[in-house]
């Protein structure tokens, strides 16, 4: 028995807050944890955009979906597993490639772009950023880590004069404040200059830290 692999289009899906134009300032792509679907992760970002109308947010969902307990019931999606995981990435780069293409397509050529992974949407996002068609402003790696199997090359490409920032709630259950400092310390090894963020709270978001890294709040807890 071998092994065959066959690219097929399928369908992607994603959501948008806020109307893009011309005159759109600032786009931020945010991307889920595992077993959340866009739909409401995106709510978390929508007091941005009702605050800011020159801020879009674009919520891409993961490829794979799945129901989150038996055979039924709530569904959520998943970015990738460890089963087959090099076409996972490639697919998922592909497709936010090519939404990302369509999105600044719409905007002015100086759109400050600001990209956010959560928990599992943190490795997604950074691997992407890597062979992405456009330059960020700055990414938000919030609850989970940097990958550590891309390549010291196309990482330093990446993080050279990007603004880096990790967020953590000090009760996380799936990461510590020291494996966050831990890769604080890996980041600026790779030419990173990484501000490290802490709320009260557990894996989760927090309106508060939002509301600093859109310039809509205090900024406080940096480090």
């Known amino acids: 028995m071998t092994e065959h692999h066959l690219a097929v289009t399928r369908t992607a899906r994603y959501y948008q807050l806020g109307q893009l134009s011309a005159a759109t300032?600032?786009?931020?792509?945010?991307?889920?944890?595992?077993?959340?679907?866009?739909?409401?992760?995106?709510?978390?970002?929508?007091?941005?955009?009702?605050?800011?109308?020159?801020?879009?947010?674009?919520?891409?969902?993961g490829l794979s979906r799945f129901y989150l307990t038996g055979n039924g019931g709530r569904v959520g999606a998943s970015w990738m597993t460890r089963d087959d995981r090099l076409h996972e990435i490639d697919d998922h780069v592909n497709f936010l490639n090519q939404l990302a293409d369509q999105v600044l397509a719409?905007?002015?050529?100086?759109?400050?772009?600001?990209?956010?992974?959560?928990?599992?949407?943190?490795?997604?996002?950074?691997?992407?950023l890597t062979r992405a068609h456009f330059a960020p402003a700055s990414l938000i790696v919030w609850a989970g880590s940097f990958p550590e199997d891309l390549a010291p090359a196309a990482a330093q490409r990446l993080l050279a004069?990007?603004?880096?920032?990790l967020v953590l709630g000090t009760e996380d259950q799936y990461i510590s404040l020291l494996q966050m400092q831990k890769q604080q310390e890996q980041l600026q090894q790779l030419g990173a200059t990484p501000k490290l963020i802490t709320f009260a709270g557990k894996h989760e978001m927090n309106r508060a830290v939002l509301e600093a890294l859109a310039g809509l709040g205090p900024a406080q807890g940096l480090s």
């Open 161 to 165: 004069g990007l603004s880096l920032t």
């Open 25 to 61: 300032k600032r786009v931020w792509f945010v991307c889920h944890g595992y077993g959340q679907l866009a739909a409401y992760f995106s709510r978390h970002f929508a007091f941005i955009t009702a605050a800011d109308p020159a801020t879009v947010v674009i919520a891409p969902e």
């Open 106 to 128: 719409l905007c002015a050529a100086n759109v400050q772009v600001t990209v956010l992974g959560f928990s599992q949407g943190t490795a997604t996002v950074s691997r992407w």
